[in-house]
């Protein structure tokens, strides 16, 4: 049975090949028509992620650092996407993704949590993340301000239960668990996060490729 | 004898008991799982009234069967459709599966391995249509769709579970005949013994109630079972005696989940027979609608923006990396909501917000392609056998028996955790998987399996879920507001029916936006504000 599949795979790879839809427009079905994000999907804003933020995170997911929880159900998803995308198709995508306009989020305000606490605890994060949330290209750290509330409460919490930053070769996620272990609870996570949802909305940083 | 009971039982005994082995609350429970248990009323078919040379123009978002019938009924009635389908391919969840189909997972693409052959297809979404479906059978019975008779429930297929009978496989028919002569038996004794129930009850309603005891479990004449030919024979029974097989006690049979779920399956409104399904595969009802169809559907065009107009709606969309906007009159959009939501749009906030609060559903079908129709050999012609593992189901066709080979399906579950587990895998790991487990059904069951397609409906492409999965709450302040048009703009499609996951959702979800533009154009006609 192995030997049919082997050469069922290898006959059908060059036809898979020419059945993927062009620029990458497989991207806006999950995270939205102009990637500006889908709470449905859970998917996040990919207008606000520079090229090389892009790029370390299908390096994540193809090397197992993100997706690879078990009860992970939506870092799966994208984890089994990244994977059958080679080098030239990631480049091609984040291309597709670099020509799709920002798009203002609507404003979400969240009565529950604490601004001003969170902008208390966002003192540590803003040496890498900045005091706008504006991200930081040398120390690999994300914008943040113009994300979605939904998807920063998700991901701190990944962080902090060890669905991220978990794996020895992966050290940026690992400086980033260790703060997110430094939030004490879903209260904590929700004024921090409250608190990046009020920063203006910086447009984002570098957009030059490579 | 009872070696079930010593003593007549007391109607609590016996209550308690019956709960214990499969009392209307189990049986609703398990009806949960398996599906809704509301059947749908009779609607009579839509019928719009001729435009008479007026012009109108219909936007289609979606070639699933709400948008195809939606076309269909347009179009005879004059209105101009355009139908755009993000797809590469029409029909949405009807999906059969024939050789060389490619199968857009994302993150798990596949070509269809079948072997060329009529016979060979798998129904990777909608597979069966139960009588009381009017609406879409309407369609099958007008445009020529051939039906065949599709069976949930084969007696002679089997039931597995690890917990019982050493995880061997038990033929349903003998499962079901002793569980029938056990609960026939505590009927009748709990009946003789006294026991009332709180409604009135006389005397010869007790008689027959014990001759109901007696037939529902084939009872010999002091009411006692033991074991019985609707198990089949355990030796001869055709030119010399039959010998029955020995009833199996009942702690046994209880320590299957069998009684408790999946034995009662064809028993909700659904699913129960005589159930029907096309001839050569569902998507001939795809098909037959195309055949009426003058507007050919575009294939590849992904809606990206929906903008309500004071007099129609302007659609944006993506064809090859190049966007196009149209204009209409109407737009009837049957995109899946939870997709809805990332498109740029102004529809109302409300709308929107109830559209990002929906669950994407999540199943997954495995098709296997076996060399040999091995089911034939042990007296299985259609039908489903039951395992309490990850696969759950597999089903055996109901057509075309004794040609050379066959498409067994080799994995369905409803279960979300289990849905998970299967999108985690690999195709291959997935194949694998299907076929370890199947072979505590059917013990040679790798030997005969040469290939097979699996399929996630919450990673297919443009669909992300199996369908929409309402909360409960929600439903309640929610359904209503969506299921109303926000300006122009209907949403529709099974998920905006009480309906979802069946096809008659979707028929009757466009049927009733199509009433409501028949509605305004009625109003129009006479000079009124719609
Ligand atoms: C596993 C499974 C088993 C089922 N079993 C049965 C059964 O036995 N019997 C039964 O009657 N029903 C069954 N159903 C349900 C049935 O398949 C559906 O109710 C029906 O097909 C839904 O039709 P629809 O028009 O509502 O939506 P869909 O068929 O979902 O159509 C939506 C369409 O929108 C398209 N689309 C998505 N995004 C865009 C975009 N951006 N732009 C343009 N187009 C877009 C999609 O590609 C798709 O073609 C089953 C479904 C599944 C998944």
Redesign the interface.
């Known amino acids: 049975?192995n030997k049919?599949?082997l050469v069922?795979m290898l006959l059908?790879s060059a036809?898979?090949a020419d059945?993927?839809?062009?620029?990458a427009?497989?991207c806006?079905?999950?995270?939205?028509?102009?990637a500006?994000?889908?709470?449905?999907?859970k998917?996040p804003n990919l207008t606000i992620l520079p090229d090389w933020y892009l790029r370390q995170q299908f390096i994540a997911f193809r090397n197992n650092w993100r997706g690879s929880a078990?009860?992970d159900?939506h870092g799966?998803?994208m984890?089994?996407?990244a994977?059958?995308m080679n080098d030239a198709e990631i480049e091609q995508a984040i291309a597709f993704i670099r020509r799709q306009a920002p798009?203002k989020l609507?404003i979400s305000v969240n009565t529950t949590a604490n601004v001003q606490h969170g902008q208390q605890l966002y003192q540590q994060c803003q040496a890498c993340h900045g005091a706008q949330g504006e991200g930081n290209a040398q120390l690999h750290a994300p914008p943040l301000a113009g994300q979605h509330n939904w998807y920063l409460v998700q991901q701190l919490s990944a962080f902090k239960n060890g669905w991220r930053g978990n794996q020895n070769d992966d050290s940026y996620g690992q400086i980033m668990r260790q703060f997110a272990q430094s939030l004490p609870d879903e209260q904590a996570i929700a004024d921090v996060v409250a608190y990046i949802d009020s920063l203006p909305s910086t447009q984002p940083l570098l957009r030059t490729s490579r | 004898m009872s070696n079930y009971f010593k003593a007549p039982l007391t109607r609590r005994q016996c209550l308690s008991l019956l709960a214990k082995a499969g009392s209307s609350s189990a049986v609703l429970g398990a009806a949960g799982i398996f599906g809704l248990t509301n059947t749908p009323v009779n609607a009579s078919p839509v019928t719009l009234k001729p435009l008479q040379g007026k012009n109108r123009k219909v936007l289609i978002l979606g070639a699933g069967i709400s948008g195809l019938t939606a076309a269909y009924e347009l179009e005879r009635a004059g209105y101009h459709c355009t139908i755009l389908e993000?797809s590469?391919r029409i029909g949405g969840r009807v999906l059969t599966l024939r050789r060389g189909d490619?199968i857009?997972e994302?993150?798990?693409?596949?070509?269809c391995?079948f072997d060329d052959a009529p016979n060979l297809y798998f129904n990777a979404g909608a597979a069966r249509i139960p009588a009381h479906h009017t609406g879409i059978l309407h369609y099958c019975r007008t445009l020529g769709v051939e039906l065949q008779l599709f069976s949930n429930h084969n007696k002679n297929c089997y039931t597995q579970d690890d917990a019982a009978f050493n995880g061997q496989p038990v033929r349903i028919r003998e499962y079901e005949a002793d569980m029938r002569g056990f609960i026939g038996e505590l009927l009748a004794k709990s009946a003789t013994s006294g026991a009332v129930l709180d409604q009135p009850f006389d005397e010869q309603d007790l008689d027959k109630f014990i001759q109901f005891a007696q037939a529902y479990g084939d009872l010999d004449s002091s009411l006692t079972y033991r074991g019985t030919d609707r198990a089949g024979y355990a030796a001869g029974g055709v030119t010399t005696a039959g010998i029955l097989k020995q009833p199996r006690p009942l702690p046994e049979l209880l320590r299957s989940d069998f009684c408790a779920g999946a034995m009662h399956f064809a028993e909700i409104a659904d699913q129960a027979p005589a159930l029907m399904t096309p001839s050569g595969g569902m998507d001939s009802i795809v098909k037959a609608f195309l055949r009426q169809l003058t507007t050919p559907v575009q294939l590849?065009c992904?809606?990206?923006?929906i903008q309500l107009q004071p007099q129609g709606v302007a659609i944006t969309y993506?064809k090859?990396?190049e966007s196009y906007t149209e204009q209409a009159d109407y737009c009837l959009n049957c995109i899946p909501?939870?997709?809805v939501?990332?498109?740029?749009n102004n529809l109302p906030?409300d709308y929107v917000t109830i559209?990002?609060?929906?669950g994407?559903g999540k199943l997954t079908k495995i098709g296997l392609q076996a060399k040999q129709r091995f089911w034939e050999q042990e007296d299985i012609y259609s039908g489903i056998s039951w395992t309490k593992q990850d696969i759950t189901q597999i089903w055996y066709p109901h057509h075309d028996a004794f040609k050379a080979k066959g498409i067994l399906l080799g994995a369905y579950s409803w279960e979300p955790q289990i849905s998970?587990r299967f999108?985690?895998m690999t195709h291959?790991q997935r194949l694998a998987t299907a076929i370890a487990q199947g072979t505590k059904v059917h013990a040679n069951y790798?030997q005969h399996?040469?290939?097979g397609v699996s399929v996630c409906w919450q990673?297919m492409?443009?669909m992300?879920g199996c369908g929409a999965v309402w909360p409960e709450e929600l439903q309640k302040t929610g359904f209503q507001l969506l299921q109303a048009p926000a300006g122009n703009h209907y949403l529709m499609g099974d998920q905006l029916s009480m309906h979802p996951g069946w096809q008659e959702g979707a028929v009757r979800s466009a049927w009733h936006a199509l009433a409501d533009i028949e509605r305004r154009e009625a109003l129009r006609s006479t000079g009124a504000q719609a």
Not at chain 2, 106 to 111: E, K, T, V
Request: proline share 5%; aromatic share 4%; hydrophobic share 40%.
């Open positions: 049975m049919i599949w069922f059908s036809v898979l059945s993927k839809q062009p620029d427009q497989y806006l079905v999950c995270h939205g028509s102009a500006q994000g889908n709470a449905a999907i998917a078990t009860n159900a799966k998803e984890q089994a996407v994977n059958t798009v609507p | 993000a590469h490619f857009d994302l993150g798990s693409p596949q070509i391995p590849h992904q809606v990206s923006n993506l090859q990396g909501a939870q997709l939501s990332g498109i740029e906030a559209m990002r609060q929906l994407r998970d999108a985690a291959q790798a399996i040469e290939n990673r492409n443009h992300l």
